[in-house]
């Protein structure tokens, strides 16, 4: 275990510890099996989000607001947990628990900044769907490129900010006993309370994280879904009611599977105690689980992703027919192969 020995001192004030030391769980059998499992999910994730990112980017029939919002769910996914994973895998596989100092904050930052991205992009899609159910005359007016531009920017650069400033205030503690983290990651938490000065500014910067990351997009969530259900009770068929529903079911599941264990680990942590290894255990799924499923559940639940794929999928097809018989590939070759291969 490392001690206040590995630290360097500034000023006889502040001890920067040289390094932190990693615990992880503690007397699991055969936990390197989790590790493994981390690994799958990784790779998973890894091509999931890599072909939603590659089908939005190439099928121009998707360059929609619609689609700039799912495109962001899939580059913070991907980014988040090649943030995440790699990293744990490095020190629990390789038993290199020892992590550098100025390392673990980078490492807290970035796992911590595409988490509140994620979680504020599922509030854009909602609003997406308010708008598109609430007001549909009014859809394209206000729902446009440049508004979801302006408002993924303004998230990313607010997020930055909050983190960074929640981030940085570890810098001000000194810590002059354990250094260990009881984690699988540098998490906020687990870091800050090791410090021997006050942490008091520390624990409210977490609560206002947890408030931003978690309370206010539910809260916003559940007041759009309110209104949706409100507008659909007023539409007479059920049958009319049936078509508006299912455009919001796959975004629901996209926020259960986000939300819920996030909301279930720090309810339980309020109430009463939670045992290391659990609390680890539920914020690595936390991490790691949303991102390897949303891919799938936007490809599986929505028709234009899968009609984008099989129309990708025969071009692709076609071009390499034509490129092996030393054909010109053009446009219109591309019409009249269509003409044989129907996408519907």
């Given amino acids: 275990m490392a001690t206040s020995k590995a630290a360097t001192t500034f000023n006889a004030t ?31 994730t890894v091509l999931g989000n890599g072909l939603l990112l590659s089908v939005i980017y190439l099928d121009k029939t998707l360059h929609t607001p619609k689609y700039m919002t799912v495109f962001n769910l899939a580059l913070t996914d991907l980014c988040g947990s090649t943030a995440l994973i790699p990293k744990a895998l490095d020190i629990f596989l390789f038993d290199r628990r020892y992590i550098v100092y100025e390392t673990c904050l980078s490492y807290m930052f970035f796992v911590l900044f595409f988490g509140c991205v994620q979680s504020w992009t599922l509030v854009i899609m909602a609003y997406d769907r308010f708008i598109a159910i609430c007001f549909p005359l009014r859809y394209h007016s206000i729902v446009n490129k440049p ?78 879904y309110i209104c949706i259900a409100i507008a659909l009770s007023r539409i007479a068929s059920g049958q009319e009611r049936l078509k508006p529903l299912k455009t919001c079911t796959t975004h629901l599941f996209l926020v259960a599977i986000f939300f819920l264990p996030v909301l279930g680990t720090n309810l339980t942590a309020t109430i009463s105690s939670i045992h290391p290894n659990a609390r680890i255990i539920n914020s690595a799924l936390t991490h790691t689980i949303p991102a390897l499923l949303n891919p799938f559940i936007y490809t599986l639940k929505t028709e234009e992703v899968l009609t984008s794929i099989r129309r990708l999928c025969k071009f692709e097809v076609c071009d390499k027919l034509f490129i092996t018989n030393g054909y010109f590939f053009s446009p219109l070759s591309v019409n009249i192969v269509g003409s044989f291969f129907p996408l519907n």
């Fill in 147 to 224: 508004a979801i531009t302006a408002v993924l920017l303004f998230v990313w650069v607010f997020v930055l900010s909050v983190i960074a400033c929640m981030v940085g205030l570890i810098d001000r503690l000194y810590f002059c006993g354990s250094l260990e983290i009881q984690s699988f990651f540098c998490d906020h938490g687990p870091t800050f309370r090791l410090a021997c000065n006050d942490t008091s500014l520390n624990y409210i910067m977490g609560l206002f994280v947890v408030a931003i990351v978690v309370c206010i997009p539910l809260v916003l969530i559940s007041l759009t």
């Fill in 14 to 44: 502040f001890v920067r510890p040289v390094k932190f030391y990693l615990s992880g769980f503690t007397d699991i059998p055969h936990v390197k099996y989790f590790y493994v499992f981390l690994c799958f999910v990784y790779i998973m």
